[in-house]
């Protein structure tokens, strides 16, 4: 049972570089969403998507595209890397249910520098 | 806004001391409420969840009471172990936000032996 898989666990950057983090959960769950997590300041919500074609913006998303093609998959996309992205970056995969998330499931992080 | 205020850390206890976190949090509906562990280089998992008013959700030992009067859902354990050493985040989760999980800052917990 893999659960929320995210690649790569590290990943170095330089400024001005793109790279996608890819996240991928096998639990049929409707949300996915992406956090970073930086010290002092908790998780942040990045961007998030409630079902396959739908996609929304979160506390910080400038900097940052997604797209939900299909229920399993939701990858996230940097466009021009800036050492302000140095950071540790979350996928979590929920199901929704009467209104409200279940229990968040989460990959095991990428960790990312951006030089 | 929704929103969770934690208590901040770093929080130094001896082995078997007795453990509270504080969260409060402020919401527009009515929402689940959750603790997360996160163990070093780890995602987080969930501990525990509470999904209505005066609901308890206990796990390993810890335990939290959602109290809508209050709006806190605090975290305690009445031992500790060196085990314990983690960071806890409290969260909620709600349709009026849309469903988007929000946490709080997170307390590191330290355990000494």
């Known amino acids: 049972n893999a659960g929320v898989t995210q690649t790569p666990k590290f990943q170095v950057l330089k400024t001005g570089q793109s790279m996608t983090l890819q996240c991928a959960q096998d639990m049929n769950h409707e949300y996915m969403s992406w956090y970073r997590q930086d010290p002092g300041m908790g998780l942040r919500l990045i961007h998030y998507?409630?079902?396959?074609?739908?996609?929304d913006q979160g506390e910080v998303p400038n900097g940052y595209n997604v797209s939900r093609s299909t229920t399993e998959d939701f990858p996230l996309r940097l466009l021009s890397a800036a050492p302000s992205q140095t950071s540790v970056y979350f996928c979590a995969s929920s199901a929704t249910r009467q209104g409200s998330n279940t229990e968040a499931f989460f990959g095991q992080g990428t960790r990312l520098t951006v030089v | 806004g929704n929103s969770v205020t934690q208590m901040e850390g770093p929080v130094t206890l001896s082995e078997e001391a007795f453990l509270t976190i504080n969260c409060t949090y402020t919401?527009?509906?009515?929402?689940?409420l959750f603790w997360y562990v996160q163990y070093p280089g780890e995602g987080l998992q969930l501990l525990l969840k509470a999904t209505k008013a005066d609901d308890k959700g206990s796990n390993k030992g810890f335990e939290a009471t959602y109290r809508k009067e209050t709006t806190s859902f605090h975290l305690e354990k009445g031992s500790v172990q060196v085990s314990d050493s983690a960071v806890y985040f409290c969260a909620l989760s709600d349709l009026s936000g849309g469903f988007k999980t929000i946490f709080g800052a997170g307390t590191r917990l330290f355990v000494k032996a």
């Open positions: 919401a527009t509906g009515y929402p689940s």
């Open positions: 998507s409630v079902g396959a074609g739908i996609t």
